[in-house]
Each structure stands twice: as structure tokens, then as C-alpha cells.
């Protein structure tokens, strides 16, 4: 296993598995001398502070000793060194995305910011691409599509870190055609903690003798802040051939179908509304195989509160397949069969996205137009204000009834009179369900579409209310399996890279099904024994981090 040598050069990175030793203080001046570089260190008295210390959800802000913006591996090494031997709390935080506390909880002591760390390029000496975890998503596919045509199936949302997102498992708009991020993940540059305390940067490849293949399978959907801190990841495609770098990954669709319709609430009584939802449900359900050519469609289906006045629906087709409007018009049909209301322009929010009346008529795009435009088109991203609770759902078979009537009732509380509050359907299957359960740590691989729930507050004096109405929805949607969509025949337990800290509490998952179940399924006790090979101290941790084994 070599890397990059005139990377590494210009970088300072160290070589796989080389340990790191010396230092005894946490200052500044202490980790640049043993990194061989200045490091920036933002302590409560700069400045600066008060923006490093919070994330895009505001309502968790930290109170770290020190926020390092690191620049390379090796001043993440020389940072999570002095943290062990000083006994500090320590995370880390990429493009700081996360929906939980996870980053920003009260005793975290040191934070590791990556937001520095945003190269997007191509290795040579790994035939493969190189992105670092703080690039952010448009980054990412700016850079790989402008430069070589080529892109990795992630995320929709452009402020979205690579870091987190994809050690998480990522879904993105291509995923029907192109399956999830990690399906392409050849490489993880990750720095682990041993059990004595040494720190080391440990390069692990999908390859099937790479004595840390492991590590890279963790990354592939265990989730961030479990196993070490990922410095780099290299992207190539399974059976890719070649050195040509421009067949090495999947090239986007050059131009994609872009539509968003609504139904007035006004104009849809339950039955209406059940059927709109249970058409979309049925659609998934019949194009869910990996060679459909419906895997060109995808979409998100936004049951807003009744109080935002609309239902939306934003779809996107592949016009690469042939048949691609006939495609489209076709799933709007399927979706609107038997719904009395009428489809018209989307005027109002839906979920994290902003009102998009200019595609009522579908609008054929360049793609990159295409990703920027959706992902961009996102209010919640430059609020300073706004906080938010969230949870989630797969679904591997259509909603019973009585999950319709608690979708219906739910979105129609008068004591829940919040128009950004909404339930989102996404669409999911397709090449996705290509791949075993066991093949990445991604387990949901059978699942047809997912669910999030989402509410956003400005006042303080709203939170309690906010996140009990999400609480009691969740609760009721789910009260024949303990209020969880435990795994079964119809749902299919959690997103992790939704996090919801609600799934290890008894209070509100009474199923008999722990939280890591849910996120994981049966993939779980092989999460563990990598974590315990990995960082057997545990020093890598929050609330719902993978636990070692008894």
C-alpha cells in the first residue's frame, strides 16, 4: 500500500500506520512543532470563536477549551496526541451538519475542525480520487465533473461536509442510477487511537488483502465520531479499469428533468390525501428493481403542515435513458391518480427547501445547473437563527392505513400551527438494493423510500413545543412497534446520518429494539469488533457512537 508520494510532500501527511510520539501539552505552539506546520487554534478569547463553535443547527452551540482548523493529517495527529495524554473530550466536526449534539455537547473540551482540509483532486499513485473531509458537496462536484465529467452520487444539500456524509452512507438525487456514495469508496486515510495511547494514520483499502480493509468497511455507513478521524478518502468505482481518471467513476447525466408541483391543502380532504400518499408509496414499490428503467426517476414527496398551505413534490429524471419526459409525466400521472385536487405551482416551503414556482413546467437542465440550483435553493443553510429536530424512517413496503390516518391527523394539529413543519418521503431502491446488506455497513439495502420528519423554530419559546409535536407524531406513527420504525416486513428502522438521540431513550422507544439495531440492523456486532480493533479506549465517542464489545 503506497500513497501519493508528491501529495504527501506537498502535504506533510504521514505514511499508513506510522506511529506518533512526543509532546505533552495541548497549546498551540506545542502541536505545530511536532506537525511541522503553524496549526490555527481559536480559544474563547478570539474572535472567531463564536462562529467555530456552532453548526448548522442552532440550537446546539459548545463551549470548547480550543477549535483547531487543521490543515493536514498530521496536525489532526499531533491534536488527538495531546487530547489522550491530557485526558480531553475530543470530536470532530467537517462541514458541521450534524442534527444531534454529537459535535457540540456541553463536555467536549477540544474540537477538531476539518473545514480547512477541502482538497478535491486526483491520485495517481492510488488511481483513484481524493477528496478531504472538508470539502463540501458542491466542492466536490464542481470540481470532479468541470475537471474530468465524472462524480460521486452524494448528497443534494451544497454545505454538506464529505466527512460525515459519507462515512455515513450518503444519499443523493443520483442514487436510483448510481447507488449510494460508499458504493464507490475505494480508500479511507483515518486517525485511530491504540490502546497505550499511540495515535497513528492508517490508510485502508477495499482491497481483499488489505490487513485494515476492515476500517475502510466501518466507513462505508457506521457513522462519523466512531472509529477515528478520517483525513482523506479516495473514490474509484468496483470494476473500474484503466488510469484514465475519467473512467474511473460514474459521469452524471449531462442534462436532467427537473419539475415541482404542489396540491393546495385546501383542495385535498383526507382521501385524497391518503391516496396521493399510498400512489406514491405503490410507484416505489413497482420500480424498486436495480435494471427498471424508472431507477431514472427520483424524487421528494413533502407532507408539510397543513398550515403551509401545500403538499410539494420536486422531481428529478436522468434524460440519459430513453424515454426520459415519458418517464417523468408518467410518475406525476401515477402519483396523482385518484387525487381530486389539482397540481399547481410550488409557492410555499417544502421541508428544507424553498419555494420553486419557475418549475411547475419541468425544465430540462444541465446537471451541474441542475445540483447547484436544488442544492442551493435551501433556506435553512444561512439562517442564523433557526433551530431544528428531526427523525427518521425506511419504509420496504407501502404505509398501513392506520399510518396514513396518523400522517393525516398529525399534519393537521392546530396546537402544531408550524408551516415548516413536514414530513419528507425520498426515493430510494434502484441500484441502491444492488448491493447485500453485509457488502458495505450500509444495511438498508432493501428499503424503497425514507422518511424525514422536520421542524424549524426561531423562538426559544417555541422549542418545547416544536419538538413534542414531532415526539407524539413519531410516537403514533409507530405505536405497534414501540414507537420506532423497528426492522420488519413494512419499515426498516433509521438513517444514521439523520441522527435522532430520541432512538436510545426508553421513553420514547419502548420496541425492545436498541437504537444501533435500528441504524445498523445486523451489521452492528461487526461494527463493534471493528471498533474495539480500532479504538479500543473508546476515545472516539458520543451519544450514539458504536460501543465497544462487552
Known sequence: MTLGAGRIGRRGLLAAGTALGGGAL??????????GTDLVTVTPG????????????????GRPEAVHVVRSAAQVAAVVRQAVRQGKRLTVRSGGHCWEDFVLSPDVQVVVDMSAMRDVDFDPAMNAFVVEPGAQLLDVYERLYRTWGVIVPAGMCF????????????????????GLVVDHLYAVEVVVVAADGTVRTVVATREEND??????????GGGGGNFGIVTRYWFRTPGARGTDPARLLPAPPPEVLVSAVSWDWADLDERSFARLVRNYGDWHVKHAAPDDPATAVCSMLSLNHVSNGAVGLITQVDTS??????????????VSEGVTAARGPVRTRMGELTALPELATPRRLPWLQAARYLGTANPTTNDPTQKSDFKSAYMKANFPERQLRALYRHLHREDAANPTASVMLSSFAGRVSSVAQDATASAHRD??????????????????????WLR????????????????????????????????????????GVPWHDLYYKGNYPRLRRIKKAYDPRNFFHHRQSVRLPD
Open 321 to 334: 435513458v430513453p424515454g426520459a419526459a415519458r418517464l417523468h409525466d408518467a410518475f406525476l400521472a401515477a
Open 211 to 220: 490487513p485494515h480493509r476492515e476500517l475502510w468497511w466501518a466507513h462505508t
Open 159 to 178: 454545505q454538506v461536509g464529505a466527512g460525515g456524509h459519507v462515512s455515513g452512507g450518503g444519499w443523493g438525487l443520483l442514487c436510483r442510477r448510481l
Open 46 to 61: 478570539d474572535p472567531r470563536y463564536p462562529d467555530l463553535v456552532r453548526g448548522w443547527n442552532q440550537r446546539y452551540v
Open 472 to 511: 407524539e407524531f413519531y410516537a403514533d406513527m409507530y405505536a405497534d412497534t414501540g414507537g420506532v420504525p423497528v426492522p420488519n416486513d413494512v419499515t426498516d428502522g433509521c438513517y444514521v446520518n439523520y441522527p435522532d438521540a430520541d432512538l436510545s431513550d426508553p421513553r420514547y422507544n419502548t420496541s
Open 26 to 35: 495541548l497549546p498551540a505552539r506545542a502541536v505545530a512543532a511536532e506537525s
Open 447 to 468: 428499503a424503497l423510500f425514507k422518511l424525514a420528519w422536520m421542524i424549524w423554530w426561531n423562538d426559544p419559546a417555541e422549542e418545547e413545543n416544536c419538538v413534542r
